[in-house]
């Protein structure tokens, strides 16, 4: 296939400086750039628009193009929760053209949600960092080429091969989140005789956002209207939580409970959830930098936990929870 990459800008985006501020001859790069300045003039909103419907324009000629009335979801990923507004967003769903262009609006806004679009083997589109997309098609056409150049892009070729890598991070387990899931977990409760048990939730497209849960033992299941479909949860015990008082030794403590260095052990603070709300405010602390800044402004004691996913095998158990259709799909497999 012949692959191209089309960008708003000729040249490659440059660094912004640790001020936040545009340097000289940089370009706006993404929606997050609104209300900055470059050069004289600031980044508007409906400059901003104005470029992002010419992307979609874009998508609509190349589908025009290859005759495409659908588009097929290849290699999904999200590394936060799926916008209520994706309904349709699995490996080998085929979305019509007005879905194609939510989820094209969807990943230009920086949702951290990304996936390619293909139609049979004659097309492919995606869409990377800093308002660049990235297409390939069977047939060489420099008409298609042309008129999208004439939209005020530009566009040059590229190694469609090396644009899109499949994830090796892939759970062992799809079992469903159901009746008998939260069955297992009660059990597990019982057998390690403790009050509460942690979920994490996962983004089943990526493994980056997390959300911390803590429920009773005897109903883990009440957490199940928190979730979102195609997420992979995690049910823990044996998570061990520690306070930390005020005061200038607060780094010191830490560093007793620590086996082995911090980035190589990661700390997160933790505030406990209430009864109504299961959820915990946490944050993962990496380095010393970071979690020295949180402890200078400390005001009362806290509460940290190592993170439970690295607990020994046989405290866990991890099942993935349906679709929006309900049904249970490998969702890593392509």
């Not at 901003?48 to 324009?57: A, G």
């Not at 869409?127 to 298609?144: C, E, K, L």
């Amino acid at each position: 296939m012949h692959a191209f990459t089309v960008s708003k800008h000729p040249n490659a985006i440059a660094l912004r400086d640790s001020s936040n501020q545009a340097s000289s001859g940089e370009a706006w790069s993404a929606i997050s750039d609104t209300g900055r300045s470059f050069g004289d003039e600031r980044f508007t909103l409906s400059q901003y628009l104005n470029i992002e419907n010419t992307f979609i324009s874009v998508v609509r000629l190349l589908a025009t193009t290859v005759r495409a009335r659908e588009l097929e979801v290849c290699y999904p990923s999200a590394w936060a929760p799926l916008p209520w507004w994706i309904s349709k967003f699995h490996a080998g769903q085929n979305l019509t053209l007005p879905e194609v262009e939510i989820l094209c609006r969807t990943m230009l806004r920086e949702y951290r949600v990304f996936s390619e679009l293909a139609y049979k083997d004659r097309l492919r589109i995606a869409f990377g960092q800093d308002m660049h997309m990235h297409f390939a098609v069977r047939d060489s056409d420099t008409a298609v080429v042309s008129q999208i150049e004439e939209f005020g892009l530009h566009v040059r070729h590229s190694d469609f091969a090396d644009m899109f890598e499949i994830s090796a991070d892939s759970p062992e387990t799809l079992q469903p989140v159901n009746v008998e899931f939260w069955h297992d977990v009660k059990k597990l409760g019982r057998d390690r005789r403790v009050d509460h048990i942690t979920i994490i939730e996962r983004w089943a497209y990526g493994l980056y956002g997390r959300t911390f849960y803590q429920v009773p033992s005897s109903s883990p299941q009440v957490v199940e209207r928190h979730l979102s479909p195609n997420s992979l949860i995690t049910a823990l015990v044996d998570v061990e939580e520690f306070s930390i008082n005020p005061g200038p030794n607060a780094l010191i403590d830490i560093c007793e409970y620590l086996s082995v260095p911090l980035d190589e052990q990661p700390l997160i603070w933790s505030r406990g959830a209430t009864g109504v709300d299961f959820k915990l405010a946490v944050r993962p602390f990496t380095s010393f930098n970071s979690l020295q800044e949180m402890l200078a402004d400390q005001k009362g004691k806290m509460t940290f936990f190592f993170d439970p996913e690295d607990c020994d095998e046989g405290r866990q158990i991890v099942g993935v929870t349906p679709d929006r259709d309900g049904k249970i799909r490998d969702i890593w497999q392509v």
